[in-house]
């Protein structure tokens, strides 16, 4: 067993903290013949996600889902004024997206990443989205580059977030209370990407906590 900051590793991200993982290049997570609909939740928390029928599974990157327009679904709660970190790795078919939520609450105002320009429409950029408030605030951007794997975080403590993007601060601002959810999603709004893990933690992680899960992750994304 590995040890860094006197935290526990399994071999992957981070394990102090850690409330949800969904990953697909984990045979405890998605075992043989992977065919199901099922993904279990490697934290052992047991927040099994539900995949609808339209994500298959892809060898490619020791394992990841072509979403292909359809959603997973999660049982977790964000209350207001959580402290939490999120994270994603996802590859996008496409440079311009609709306004959609990709990994946050179902179709509405909360927590989540969400392409557009911040303001609804088609835009080729990924936001950090989350409020009581649709569209407010929207803090930091990364442009999209259809067929790269890229790796988002968010580490959110009430009144500020921080944004990162492989690793490295994006940007920062301050957040207001969010609207609670008892489902998470990914992808609730036809995601056409692929998504090779996910993540929660409930606590804010810290800058070298953030580029140590991208570092150990990369390699597998060809960073």
Request: glycine share 14%.
């Amino acid at each position: 067993m590995i040890t860094f900051n006197n935290t526990f590793l399994n071999g992957n991200i981070l394990q102090n903290g850690l409330r949800y993982d969904f990953d697909g290049s984990k045979k405890e997570s998605y075992p043989e013949p992977k065919t199901g609909l099922s993904v279990f939740d490697l934290s052992g928390n047991a927040m099994t996600t539900s995949l609808n029928a339209a994500i298959t599974y892809n060898t490619a990157n020791e394992g990841v889902f072509n979403f292909n327009n359809g959603s997973a679904s999660f049982p977790y709660t964000l209350g207001n004024n959580s402290i939490f970190t999120i994270g994603l790795w996802i590859k996008f078919a496409t440079a311009s997206n609709p306004f959609k939520n990709i990994f946050g609450v179902i179709n509405g105002p909360g927590v989540a990443f969400s392409t557009g320009n911040g303001g609804g429409g088609v835009g080729t950029r990924v936001h950090l989205h989350f409020g009581q408030v649709t569209f407010s605030p929207v803090s930091g951007f990364h442009t999209i580059v259809a067929g790269n794997w890229v790796h988002f975080t968010l580490a959110r403590k009430p009144g500020l977030n921080s944004f990162y993007v492989n690793g490295l601060l994006n940007s920062t601002g301050t957040s207001n209370n969010f609207a609670a959810t008892n489902a998470g999603v990914i992808g609730p709004s036809s995601l056409d990407a692929q998504v090779g893990k996910a993540y929660i933690y409930t606590k804010e992680l810290s800058a070298q906590d953030v580029l140590f899960n991208h570092n150990v992750t990369k390699g597998r994304f060809g960073l």
